[in-house]
């Protein structure tokens, strides 16, 4: 099995129990405000809001099986919305158990024209691309062979590159560097060095396309140490704007950078910090209790003379903040915790959670 730069650096950071905060918490950063909506019983991959910020749109899977769809919710409710394409699971039919559609790198955008673009990874972990538009049935399948071959110019792991709003920049991982790319000129904008091997810093961009953040472990050999560096960058000069220490290289970053969500506590938490002062919010938890299954969630049968326990994890698959740094919208999995047979018991759903920042 491969694993990628991200994902080896998740597996030992997953390894941890406990998290010590050294940041200073502050009355005067009130931990968000959240409301909470059923996802249903499929497993929220990667999201994206629509040009308006009215739509949250959510790629899923069967949780772990085979098949991917395309779900909208409407944010201010958090209803599910009907489009003329239920679902969208033809455009998608290509995207198979067999790919790899990878978390945290922005893999769903629209891009500048409006069509919806996927980016995932085929079995031999070259790039792949599907584009649809929501009010039509067709769908293309762009040759990926010019990404293919710039992105793995600078590294083995193509499937690490992170991709801005609209799909037309990127940051692919060299071994002791980053490298900006145009992704509709094909070519390089920049070269930022690390400090030591890339695979410690964790870069994303910011909602204009115009700055880049890294976020860089302090300690990465240390799996008791979170705390990192962040590093802004305005684009496409490289110049350092800011930088700030951060409790986690897991950060989600408001579109106004007064704010930015942490993950911590091995997913089952996080903290809003205020960038320019550090301070941060008490933890807000993201995960339940792990209880007994007393009933099946989707049909309701009682199942309390069954030994079955669900988790309570429902970690956090992507995140959303809205176009004013109001609030921010999360999605997170359940992970397909169930009983199978020929009538499924299902233990828990996945959940959208809509927070507000007071």
Not at 221 to 228: E, G, H, I, Q, V
Not at 229 to 258: A, Q, R
């Amino acid at each position: 099995m491969r694993f990628s730069r991200k994902q080896i650096i998740l597996f030992v950071l997953a390894a941890l129990s406990t998290f010590s905060i050294t940041h200073a918490q502050s009355d005067a950063i009130p931990a968000p405000q959240g409301v909470e909506y059923d996802l249903g019983f499929d497993c929220p991959v990667t999201t994206t809001l629509d040009s308006t910020a009215t739509t949250l749109w959510v790629l899923k899977d069967n949780c772990g099986g085979d098949g991917y769809y395309l779900q909208g919710f409407d944010v201010a409710s958090g209803a599910p919305i009907k489009t003329t394409i239920s679902n969208f699971k033809e455009e998608l039919s290509g995207v198979t158990y067999e790919d790899y559609v990878a978390q945290n790198t922005t893999p769903l955008a629209f891009t500048p024209d409006g069509l919806l673009e996927i980016v995932y990874y085929d079995e031999n972990y070259d790039p792949q691309t599907i584009q649809f538009s929501l009010d039509s049935s067709d769908a293309k399948t762009p040759s990926a062979d010019s990404l293919n071959t710039l992105l793995r110019s600078f590294g083995e792991y193509p499937e690490s590159t992170v991709y801005n709003a609209d799909h037309t920049r990127a940051v692919a991982f060299g071994e002791t560097s980053l490298h900006i790319l145009d992704l509709t000129a094909a070519s390089e904008l920049l070269q930022i060095p690390t400090q030591g091997e890339s695979y410690a810093s964790f870069p994303s961009f910011s909602a204009d396309g115009n700055h880049l953040y890294v976020a860089t472990l302090n300690n990465p050999d240390d799996m008791t140490d979170y705390t990192s560096v962040l590093n802004v960058y305005s684009l496409p000069d490289g110049e350092v704007l800011n930088t700030e220490d951060v409790p986690s290289p897991f950060l989600y970053i408001s579109p106004d950078e007064k704010y930015a969500v942490a993950i911590i506590n091995d997913d089952a938490a996080f903290v809003l910090i205020e960038l320019a002062t550090g301070g941060m919010s008490e933890p807000v938890p993201v995960f339940e209790d792990e209880s007994h299954v007393t009933k099946c969630v989707n049909d309701g049968r009682d199942m309390s003379d069954v030994d079955f326990t669900t988790s309570g994890r429902l970690p956090i698959r992507d995140l959303e903040w809205l176009p004013d740094s109001s609030g921010f919208l999360s999605v997170h999995s359940y992970g397909g915790e169930a009983a199978g047979g020929g009538a499924p018991c299902f233990f828990n759903h996945s959940r959208l959670r809509s927070y507000t920042v007071s």
